[in-house]
């Protein structure tokens, strides 16, 4: 969604316009969001950082600045630094300057900042690989398992499946996974 | 980890590709993301009435410049710099045509314990960037600033405990004179001069606003200087690269306020900074328009007053630098008298370029001058504001010679389902058709006929939709219905029908290429391909691009890009790019695209995308609609609908599109536009 596409829509209606600017960058936000706060934070506490970055968002696009074209870059760039700070608030670093040698250092930067090692995007690049290959169902279970930790009856919930198959589904899809994770070589 | 667990640890924190990735599964429910949604907005509102507030607290009994809603309100506007901060003395601030007027004799600033910090200029070298440092936005200076001065300061005793952690610091300078202060974790700041060390307990409220502030936010305006760790403790190293301070200039303050006999409606008082007054000038030689300068479709300021006062509301700084890169002028104004001729150009970076010409002479003398973005704002709202009201009571005859369609499209006669785009020439007939026409506005409730003729256009600002009624009214969404001319009606006819001959097959049978099934299907799969390389950096474009991982360069003139690290010039990416795209259309060479750029002898690109139309559906190639020498041209049907985001309408733009062929036989990339 372009500023000006913003613009326009939220002269007939801004909470309109708010919320198609929710709806489609969703996702990218709470996964940014969840993929930081997930070891340190409750639902809670990921929804609220959620909602308070696109609280951010809106308040940026309502100024006449122009930002060209899509915004994706940015709002990504918010999402990163809220999530950031609210992992120190919830983890007690302490909110003080880090040399660069500091072997700390890294954790508080987004990751935008800081150079993934190749070795490191290879291997998430591969991991998704062998997901996205067990196919539907399948990938989205074990995501949704694994990496955002829902429940089984969640999860049967959102894919319109009863809370047994996707116990059955996951436990064959997780075998299958680790099979192909094995032949990469890829331990985790 | 068992045989009945996997641990996807290595997913957190990842890079943007995986986030994407991830992304497309992400689990939450639809009332989860509600609540989500309700939360933004509460937030967003919540804060948008607390800065509401603030304003109307401060200043009250101030008569207070109202920007639109969807106007950010940032804290510190250049009023409330002159109001917050008086601690005596009766103060009463009028406001009268446009003029600051201070009626007051004592009249006590606030200051810290080290004195005014207004004028100083401000680095800071938070945990982000040490050992960099960075120069807050103007904004968040003058927030800084302001906070620091009207803190309650509270110096410890020496003996108080010093607590853990890194330290940020925030540097101060002006002239020779620099000082830091330095904040540590527990909140209290030292003090460090070169003669002096003191530390201080402050008030809850200023420590927000100094974390607020040592957030590093590029996009308010935060501008990165790079040191390496060796400069941390040397203050000169700091501010090596700093030329002097801007100078800024404020609104002449008149003590005696403007009685009604000096008042004069013909004639109007523009404050002009480069001369540091308020210039009089008639009115009706004041005009403007909210874009480049044009004098023929400029608007005249008669019945907008309010915009000629806005110049006198704002807080200007000078500027000795001359600012780099590309920007477009977003509102003009002139104004003349005996004398000089005066105009203002606000450029799309909040600079402002003055400019006054002496009419006999015709000397010129040009100052840049920028102001706050809150002031830029206030600025740039005056301007539209005035454009609207003014627009607002013009029929569309008027109308339209101020603000000219363009890239215009047209339905054919009741077919309202697809549009298709007018030429040059067709749109200037058309831009006629509505100039000359008779239009009369009638009540919003009025029940119109079948709608007969559709007709999408872009008039300066917005995007209109405007509907032809087999009754002889027309209506244009969300503005009005109006009882139109039947000389309207048939020359949008007349257009329609030539319009779309040009794109109907049946008018081309002696020109189709002789196998045209196999033409129209091999067609379809390389019209997909185009689409998917269409100005495609990455991986899966045509173009054999290396691009630096991380974030993106950021460059002083306020650019910014990832590095292309596997080519010298633009060039050579645009000669990858004709590989697939014929050279024949301007519009497939990415030199003049915004999309990369050069600096320093390294090509960059730029974190921008190409944006989206979100309300695109989906694109066919509909039809092949003739051959002309080495080129076949097909249309293609792009649709589009509302319907997902609340509204009713879809609709279909029917568009050329081409293919070069190549002496060897293969096709290259003709005519195409992006459908999202």
């Known amino acids: ?188 | 980890m068992n045989d009945k667990d996997i641990d996807l640890r290595v997913l957190e924190n990842a890079d943007d590709d995986t986030i994407r990735k991830i992304a497309a599964d992400c689990p939450s429910s639809d009332e989860a993301k509600e609540r989500m949604f309700a939360m933004s907005r509460k937030i967003y509102n919540s804060r948008t009435n607390e800065r509401e507030y603030n304003k109307e607290t401060e200043v009250s009994g101030v008569e207070i410049y109202r920007k639109p809603k969807w106007h950010k309100f940032t804290a510190v506007a250049a009023a409330l710099l002159i109001v917050t901060g008086v601690t005596a003395g009766g103060v009463m601030l009028t406001r009268n045509k446009g003029d600051h007027k201070i009626v007051n004799s004592e009249i006590e600033a606030s200051t810290s314990p080290f004195g005014d910090l207004s004028d100083f200029r401000v680095r800071i070298m938070s945990t982000a960037t040490a050992p960099s440092v960075f120069e807050p936005g103007t904004d968040k200076k003058l927030a800084l600033t302001e906070a620091l001065n009207n803190a309650e300061w509270n110096e410890l005793s020496a003996d108080t405990p010093v607590p853990d952690g890194e330290r940020q610091i925030i540097y101060f300078k002006k002239g020779d004179e620099t000082f830091s202060l330095i904040v540590c974790t527990d909140g209290t700041i030292y003090y460090s001069s070169n003669s002096n060390e003191e530390r201080y307990q402050i008030d809850d409220e200023t420590q927000n606003v100094i974390y607020q502030a040592l957030k590093y936010e590029p996009e308010s305006g935060d501008k990165l200087i790079s040191l390496d760790s060796d400069s941390v403790d040397d203050i000169d190293m700091i501010w090596q690269d700093a030329t002097e301070p801007e100078v800024t200039t404020e609104p002449e303050i008149n003590t005696e306020p403007v009685t009604n006999a000096e008042k004069n409606d013909d004639m109007s008082e523009v404050y002009f900074p480069p001369l540091n007054k308020t210039v009089k000038v008639p009115t009706n030689k004041c005009s403007f328009f909210t874009g480049e300068w044009d004098e023929k479709t400029a608007f005249s300021c008669e019945n907008v007053p309010e915009l000629i006062e806005a110049f006198g509301k704002v807080k200007w700084n000078k500027r000795t630098d001359i600012p780099t890169g590309e920007y477009i002028v977003t509102a003009s104004f002139r104004c003349s008298d005996d004398k000089y001729i005066y105009s203002y150009d606000i450029y799309s970076n909040d600079y402002i370029v003055l400019k006054y010409e002496d009419i006999v002479s015709g000397e010129m003398t040009t100052e840049i001058y920028s102001t706050s973005t809150d002031d830029d704002v206030t600025l740039y709202s005056a301007f539209r504001e005035a454009e609207e009201k003014i627009t607002s009571q013009m029929l569309p005859d008027e109308w339209f010679t101020h603000e000219i369609p363009n890239n215009s499209f047209i339905s054919r006669k009741d077919e309202i389902g697809v549009i298709t785009p007018m030429d040059e020439t067709d749109e200037k007939e058309f831009v006629n058709a509505l100039t000359s026409a008779s239009w009369e506005k009638l009540p919003d409730e009025t029940v119109t006929g079948e709608c007969i003729y559709k007709l999408r256009f872009f008039a300066h600002n917005s995007e209109l939709n405007l509907n032809i009624y087999n009754d002889g009214t027309a209506y244009i969404e969300q503005y009005s219905k109006y009882r139109i001319s039947e000389s309207l009606v048939e020359d949008l006819a007349r257009i329609s029908d030539n319009v779309w001959a040009k794109i109907s097959p049946e008018n081309y049978t002696d020109k189709m290429p002789a196998n045209k099934e196999e033409v129209f299907n091999k067609a379809k799969e390389f019209y997909d391909k185009a689409l998917k390389y269409y100005y495609n950096f990455g991986p899966e474009g045509c173009l054999n691009l290396e691009i630096a991982e991380g974030i993106a360069q950021q460059f002083e003139d306020g650019s910014a890009g990832w590095l292309i690290k596997n080519v010298n010039s633009i060039d050579e990416i645009n000669d990858m790019y004709h590989e697939f795209f014929s050279d024949r259309y301007p519009e497939n060479d990415i030199r003049k695209s915004n999309y990369v750029f050069e600096k320093d002898g390294h090509v960059y690109m730029r974190p921008s995308g190409k944006g989206s139309n979100i309300l695109f559906q989906s694109t066919e190639l509909s039809d092949v609609l003739y051959q002309k020498d080495d080129e076949i041209f097909f249309t293609v049907n792009n649709n589009y609908s509302e319907v997902e985001f609340g509204g009713n309408t879809t609709w279909t733009e029917k568009l050329l599109f081409s293919v070069v062929i190549q002496p060897d036989g293969s096709w290259k990339v003709g005519k195409i536009t992006c459908p999202w």
């Open chain 1, 1 to 188: 969604m372009t500023h000006d596409e913003f613009r326009k829509i939220s002269k007939s209606s801004l909470e309109k316009a708010q919320r198609m600017l929710f709806d489609e960058y969703f996702n990218y936000v709470y996964t940014i969001v969840f993929s930081r706060l997930r070891s340190c934070a409750s639902r809670e506490d990921i929804e609220e950082c959620v909602g308070d970055i696109f609280a951010d968002v809106y308040m940026y696009y309502d100024d006449k600045k122009e930002l060209s074209g899509d915004i994706s870059g940015f709002i990504g760039a918010v999402a990163r630094r809220k999530s950031a700070d609210v992992y120190r608030r919830l983890t007690k670093k302490s909110f003080g300057r880090i040399s660069i040698d500091d072997e700390e250092a890294e954790q508080f930067e987004a990751p935008d900042n800081t150079e993934d090692t190749i070795e490191k995007k290879e291997l998430r690049g591969n991991l998704i690989k062998c997901i996205e290959r067990l196919g539907e169902p399948d990938s989205t279970i074990i995501l949704h398992k694994y990496f955002f930790m829902r429940s089984s009856r969640e999860i049967a919930e959102q894919l319109s499946l009863t809370p047994e198959a996707v116990r059955t589904r996951c436990s064959r899809a997780l075998k299958k996974l680790k099979e192909k994770l094995t032949e990469m070589n890829i331990s985790l």
